[in-house]
T-cell receptor, first 114, second 111 residues
């Protein structure tokens, strides 16, 4: 039982490049989400999914796309990277939003856009 | 939307002393309040949580209190140890599909 696995751990992109941050969980959690963590701003929700085939926007969705084709995987796509997207990205999951409980977080991806 | 404020941003205590971190929230509909501990280079880890129908919850050296009227909740760590040094985040949620996080408190326990 690995929990929530994020890859890569570190990434440097040039402005305008695209990439996909991977997130996988093996706990059969219905709910998955992506947060970004910036100094002095806490964690802010980018996108979330309450099940396979269902996604929705969070607080800061612009510049990011997601899809959820399986229960296990929830990749985050940066379409055209900008320096403002330099951040630490966390994937988080929870069993179900019907029973509200705290998240299980991955270990994060540190992204630098130059 | 919900706004969660967290204080202090940094906190230093001597080993064995207590540490208290406070959070306030704006939306009275929030009903679930988790606390997370984040060690350097790792993701946040849930350490304790409280629901709006409970005023206090304890787990060994950690306790959380909730005052719904004043819309604030606090994390209390007693008998602090060096391994308690980390960044602590509070959060609030209404529906479970979105959590609103505080800006974090960096706790340093001095041996």
């Amino acid at each position: 039982n690995a929990g929530v696995t994020q890859t890569p751990k570190f990434q440097v992109l040039k402005t305008g490049q695209s990439m996909t941050l991977q997130c996988a969980q093996d706990m059969n959690h219905e709910y998955m989400s992506w947060y970004r963590q910036d100094p002095g701003m806490g964690l802010r929700l980018i996108h979330y999914s309450v099940g396979a085939g269902i996604t929705d926007q969070g607080e800061v969705p612009n510049g990011y796309n997601v899809s959820r084709s399986t229960t296990e995987d929830f990749p985050l796509r940066l379409l055209s990277a900008a320096p403002s997207q330099t951040s630490v990205y966390f994937c988080a999951s929870s069993y179900s939003i019907q029973i509200v409980k705290g998240y299980t977080f991955g270990s994060g991806t540190r992204l630098t856009v130059v | 939307g919900e706004n969660v404020e967290q204080h202090p941003s940094t906190l230093s205590v001597q080993e064995g002393d207590s540490a208290v971190i406070k959070c306030t929230y704006s939306d009275s509909a929030s009903n679930y309040f988790p606390w997370y501990k984040q060690e350097l280079g790792k993701g946040p880890q849930l350490i304790i949580d409280i629901r709006s129908n409970v005023g206090e919850k304890k787990d060994q050296r950690i306790a959380v209190t909730l005052n719904k009227t004043a819309k604030h909740f606090s994390l209390h760590i007693t008998e602090t140890q060096p391994e308690d040094s980390a960044v602590y985040f509070c959060a609030a949620s209404i529906t479970g599909n979105q959590f609103y996080f505080g800006t974090g408190t960096s706790l340093t326990v001095i041996p």
